[in-house]
């Protein structure tokens, strides 16, 4: 019995190993998105600046008061010619700024209903669900239903079959 023992360890030693690996992966997704409403809005300062010659000052115009309610006002120079049948130039620019606001509106329906618009605006509307709708079935396939504006839906369906031998 040993003699056969002995005999037959080689064999056993040689015979290929077998490894078997089998994987299945089966994934299903629905997803569906509504775009929420975004103000961006920046205010723009008031400014004044008046140049020229030949000219005589004699009210210098500019920005009048400004509080946390209200854009400061203009108020008018008055200006002369220096010296009578000598060229002159000038030049007087006034930009009111945006009045200040402290708060914006609720929201209306996933929207502004009238949203805080300063000098350099970006407005984006919010999404409006509609019928937008998704779902997965037994048979595998997803399915989608167009929403309104500012939505997205999209549907997935992956399988995966590995086998290693």
């Known amino acids: 019995m040993k003699k056969a023992l002995l005999l037959a360890a080689p064999f ?3 015979a290929p190993a077998n490894a078997v690996e089998i994987q299945s992966m089966i994934t299903d997704s629905v997803q569906l998105t509504v775009e929420g409403p975004a103000v961006q809005s920046t205010r723009i300062g008031s400014q004044y600046s ?20 209200a ?46 618009i300063y000098g350099e605006t970006i407005t984006s509307s919010g ?3 509609g019928t937008l709708a998704g779902t997965l079935s037994p048979t595998g396939i997803p399915t989608v239903t167009a929403g309104g ?4 839906a999209t549907g997935q369906r992956t399988i995966q079959l590995s086998v290693f031998q």
């Open 127 to 129: 999404g409006t669900a």
């Open 71 to 116: 854009a400061p006002g203009v108020t008018t120079g008055t200006y002369d010619i220096d010296t009578d049948g000598q060229a002159f130039t000038f030049s007087e620019t006034a930009i009111v700024g945006d009045t200040p606001v402290t708060s914006q509106t609720a929201l209306s329906s996933g929207q502004f209903a009238s949203p805080n």
């Open 12 to 14: 056993f030693i040689m």
């Open 50 to 69: 008046v140049s020229g010659s030949n000219i005589t000052v004699t009210t210098l115009g500019g920005l009048g008061t400004c509080s946390s309610s």
């Open 149 to 152: 504006a500012g939505t997205t």
